[in-house]
């Protein structure tokens, strides 16, 4: 059998909704249409995603807290409760770890169970990124890169040496996509961190797109679309 790579399902949440992430162009997403579920609803969308895949991790994009606005706290707060078994990764544009130790404790004792994504795209500066997994082994870091440009004021993308365990390979113009996956930059990814989980994001269009990330060096693949579309 080849193997495949397990898929973490992705909710990307605007104002209170999920929407469709296309192609890294943020101020054009408009509300999910899924085959899955009816409506935008978060919680409706997570119960599908979460079934769909037999996953027990959820990726969440904080995309108002990506562009600048506050972080949806209450919403965020909402989807631990109702999802008590699901680990959380959460993109809420961290600049530092302190902003993320702020997040955890506004969502009081579910926050065990969010792992922090610090992307390349929010971090200033290399001290920011060499505190960010001082204390935290569990947060993952995500390399980001739009139209083969690298989002990374901080030069996350050179310093393999500051990686975390966790490391999320980011293709933005990929994403929703159906341009397959960027096999290339993960193949490059794992022999910079040969020992890391690598996650990558953004192009997979159907199992066979899973297989060749299998055999590129992936761990794991972060999806939405092809699940919403039930090509996977």
């Known amino acids: 059998m080849v193997p495949v790579v397990p898929v973490i399902p992705v909710i990307d949440l605007l104002r209170g ?3 469709r992430a296309v192609r890294g162009d943020r101020r054009n ?4 249409v899924s085959a899955l579920c009816a409506g935008s609803d978060p919680l409706t969308v997570a119960h599908a995603l979460l079934a769909r895949c037999q996953s027990r991790s959820l990726y969440i994009a904080d995309l108002d807290a990506l562009q600048g606005g506050p972080r949806q706290v209450d919403l965020l707060q909402a989807l631990l ?6 680990e959380m990764w959460v993109d809420a ?10 997040l955890r404790a506004q969502l009081g004792a579910d926050a065990a169970r969010v792992v922090p994504v610090f992307a390349s795209e929010s971090l200033p500066s290399r001290a920011a990124l060499q505190a960010c997994f001082a204390t935290d082994a569990r947060a993952a870091l995500s390399l980001d890169r739009r139209d083969g440009q690298r989002l990374d004021a901080a030069g996350c993308w050179d310093a393999p040496e500051l990686w975390p ?18 096999l290339e930059t993960i193949a490059d990814v794992r022999r910079k961190a040969p020992s890391a989980t ?8 159907h199992a066979a797109d899973l297989e060749a990330a299998a055999a590129a060096g992936a761990d794991a693949w972060l999806v939405a679309s092809a699940l919403h579309d039930q090509r996977l």
């Open 198 to 205: 690598v996650i990558g994001a953004g192009g997979i269009r």
């Open 93 to 102: 544009g961290f600049a530092d770890a302190g902003q993320a130790r702020t």
């Open 165 to 182: 365990q966790r490391v999320i390979v980011m293709t933005l113009e990929r994403v929703g996509s159906d341009a397959g996956p960027d």
């Open 81 to 86: 409760q109702a999802l008590p078994a699901t």
């Open 29 to 32: 997403y408009q509300p999910i």
């Open 17 to 19: 909704q999920v929407v």
